[in-house]
């Protein structure tokens, strides 16, 4: 059964920092492309970051680049996203999504509430 599980959501103020972490089972995850998403209301779901399967060239969206760092534990089978000096615009629900193997499979994990406000 493919397991993807966001943490580490929460309400932080401006400026501040949240650190992301997706666990994720069931499937080989080393094989799999790992992506951060998030979708703010009344808001197409955007791609924010993702990682290769070894770790190179992480792409961000150039409204997180110098503020986000996603970053992956093949041992683990985690990804993580630290994200500095937010905003209220990262306002938005996360998602953790992996993408890969023989199939080009696509998994979802539930989402978690990141909250930016004074």
């Known amino acids: 059964q493919v397991q993807l599980v966001e943490s580490g959501g929460g309400l932080v103020q401006p400026g501040g920092s949240l650190r992301l972490s997706c666990a994720a089972s069931?499937?080989?995850?080393?094989?799999?492309?790992m992506s951060w998403y998030r979708q703010a209301p009344g808001k197409e779901r955007e791609l924010v970051a993702a990682?290769?399967?070894?770790?190179?060239?992480?792409n961000y969206a150039d409204s997180v680049k110098g503020r986000f760092t996603i970053s992956r534990d093949n041992a683990k089978n985690t990804v993580n996203l630290q994200m500095n000096s937010l905003k209220p615009g990262d306002t938005a629900v996360y998602y953790c999504?992996?993408?890969?193997?023989?199939?080009?499979?696509?998994?979802w994990g539930q989402g978690t509430q990141v909250t930016v406000s004074s």
């Open positions: 999504n992996a993408r890969g193997g023989r199939y080009d499979n696509e998994y």
């Open positions: 069931g499937f080989t995850f080393s094989w799999y492309m």
């Open positions: 990682i290769s399967s070894v770790s190179s060239s992480p």
